[in-house]
Structure formats: structure tokens, C-alpha cells
């Protein structure tokens, strides 16, 4: 340890022993980074402007800072360390920056209102949300967005009204749920931004395979976010943000007939198993929150 590090260690003391705690380890590996990568002033002083200009990129519709940690692999390793359960549960995935909530719709209900109806593969959607012994979750929500087959969630296309590829629907009294959509497809991340920049600079693609994101939430269960990937997608081996799991692959199986569909589609079918909350040591199971 230098003597630098010792005096700004020394100096940390709040009443807070967690933030003390996550300081500390920040301040540690900041310094070791510096005596290792030995970097210029000029250098330094780019990476500060390069973080800076991340934060004016920053909009109510895009935040830049969490794309460049989907980047990093950062929020997977975040998601990793917090979302451990039991066997068979449903993995947990990085939700994205293009989260925004979704308008309450029925089930079986069409997501797709906007051009891409006309000119994509229609697709059914469906699934069923338990525990993880598999006992249904009556009511269940399960809240689901979408990038069109272009590529673009609705607030990256004007051609898009708000809440397009969008929706909040609430499981039947089995746990199941139903929509119908359009198949995604794989697309870029935006790269006029900060992290697009650092992507080109270290050589790497910016594209995330097809997928569906979801959120699912039940009374007494640990809310999941997490995705839908479709299989035989290029880059599946290869997701800019890090975010595939085995686990979440789907076959979309082409289909006639069925689900209200005229003419052919695909199928998804995805269940969801979330992880029941443990309540606190002497709290029965009937008295915990929701």
C-alpha cells in the first residue's frame, strides 16, 4: 500500500459501514489500477471527459451509463452475484436501457400496433409462471417489451406510437399467459454514443441476438427480470451485453392454425419459475409481505 492510499483510506469513516465498506474497495482498485496501467495526464483526462460526456448522453429515454455496463459485461456480473436460487428456477438477465412501463393489455392481446404488423413473421407468444416445484402463480404479471424486426424498440422510431411492442399482462388462474407479437431480430446497440466508440475502439461488434425482455413479479416471490432468446441466432455466442443463458433459449416453431391466428406464425413458448422470499426467522410462511 502507498502512502497516498493509506491517508485517503484513513479518511474514511462514515456511519454507514457498507458505503465505507464499497469506498474502500473502490478507492483500492482505482489505485491499483493507476500503478499498473501508469496512465498519462492527457490519458486520464479523457477518461474523465469520456465519463462526463456519458452523463450528458443520459435522457428519461436512454441512459448511456447503463448501456456502457451492459457493455462491460458489468451488469451481468452484478446480476450473477445477486440473483443465486435453486435448481430449475428461471435465470435472471440484464434488463437493458430501453425498459419503460408497459401499457396494461389482455391476454392473447396484440403488442404490435405499429408498421412492423404488415411486414414481419406474426408470432405467438406463451407460457406459464410457478414456484419452482412448479405450483402455478394465479395473477401473476409479467410485463414484456420488444424490438421490432428492425431492430428498434419504440423510442428509437418515430413510425413507433409509445408503448408499441409493449405490454403488462396478468396471469389466468393457472399462471398461464398469452400474446401475440412479431418475431424480433437481432440488432445493434446504438453506437453514437460513448459506448458505441468504445466498442469500435477495442474491435468489437455492437449486436444483440433476437430476443423478447421480461419482468415477472408474483406476491411473496423475488421478481425476475430476464430475457427470451431465439435459437439459431448468429450472435448468440457473441451478445454485447453478455446477457445469454443456455437456459433462455427458445425454439420459434412455425405454425398454422390456432391462438386466433389467421395464416402462418411462429411459436414461443417460455415458462417462468420464480424464487419463493423467504421470510424472517420466526415469521411464518402465511405472514410474510408480498
Keep these: 500500500m502507498t502512502p497516498l492510499l493509506r491517508q485517503v483510506l484513513s479518511q474514511v469513516g462514515g456511519a454507514d459501514p457498507r458505503i465505507n465498506e464499497v469506498v474502500t474497495a473502490l478507492i483500492t482498485h482505482l489505485?491499483?489500477?493507476?500503478?499498473?496501467?501508469?496512465?498519462?495526464e492527457e490519458e486520464w483526462t479523457a477518461g474523465l471527459g469520456f465519463l462526463i460526456e456519458t452523463g450528458r448522453m443520459c435522457t428519461p429515454e436512454r441512459d448511456e451509463f447503463v448501456l456502457l455496463s451492459d457493455m462491460l459485461g458489468l451488469t451481468s456480473a452484478v446480476d450473477d452475484v445477486n440473483h443465486e436460487g435453486p435448481e430449475g428456477m428461471t435465470p435472471s438477465?440484464?434488463?437493458?436501457?430501453?425498459?419503460?412501463?408497459?401499457?396494461?393489455?389482455e391476454l392473447g392481446d396484440w403488442i404490435s400496433h405499429g408498421p412492423e404488423r404488415d411486414r414481419a413473421v406474426?408470432?405467438?407468444?406463451?407460457?406459464?409462471?410457478?414456484?419452482?416445484?412448479?405450483?402455478?402463480?394465479?395473477?401473476?404479471?409479467?410485463?414484456?417489451?420488444?424490438?421490432?424486426?428492425?431492430?428498434?424498440?419504440?423510442?428509437?422510431?418515430?413510425?413507433?406510437?409509445?408503448?408499441?411492442?409493449?405490454?403488462?399482462?396478468?396471469?389466468?388462474?393457472?399462471?398461464?399467459?398469452?400474446?401475440?407479437?412479431?418475431?424480433?431480430?437481432?440488432?445493434?446497440?446504438?453506437?453514437?454514443?460513448?459506448?458505441?466508440?468504445l466498442l469500435h475502439a477495442i474491435g468489437r461488434h455492437p449486436m444483440r441476438p433476437a430476443h423478447l425482455h421480461y419482468r415477472v413479479t408474483a406476491p411473496g416471490h423475488r421478481p425476475l427480470t430476464t430475457h427470451v432468446f431465439l435459437a439459431g441466432d448468429p450472435y448468440l455466442g457473441s451478445d454485447a451485453a453478455f446477457a445469454v443463458k443456455e437456459e433462455l433459449i427458445r425454439e420459434a416453431r412455425p405454425r398454422t392454425g390456432g391462438w386466433g391466428m389467421d395464416g402462418p406464425y411462429e411459436e414461443i413458448e417460455f415458462d417462468v419459475r420464480l424464487v419463493p422470499l423467504r421470510p424472517p426467522p420466526g415469521v411464518p410462511p402465511s405472514a410474510r409481505q408480498p
Aim: aromatic share 10%; net charge negative; proline share 10%.
Design 31 to 40: 489505485h491499483a489500477f493507476v500503478e499498473e496501467v501508469r496512465p498519462t
Design 93 to 105: 438477465s440484464v434488463q437493458g436501457p430501453f425498459h419503460s412501463p408497459a401499457p396494461a393489455r
Design 122 to 197: 406474426p408470432a405467438v407468444v406463451h407460457g406459464r409462471v410457478t414456484d419452482c416445484d412448479g405450483v402455478p402463480l394465479a395473477g401473476a404479471k409479467v410485463e414484456l417489451w420488444q424490438a421490432s424486426d428492425a431492430g428498434l424498440y419504440d423510442s428509437q422510431d418515430e413510425a413507433q406510437e409509445p408503448g408499441n411492442l409493449r405490454g403488462l399482462f396478468t396471469a389466468d388462474a393457472d399462471g398461464r399467459y398469452w400474446f401475440r407479437t412479431i418475431r424480433p431480430s437481432s440488432y445493434p446497440v446504438p453506437t453514437d454514443g460513448t459506448a458505441g466508440r
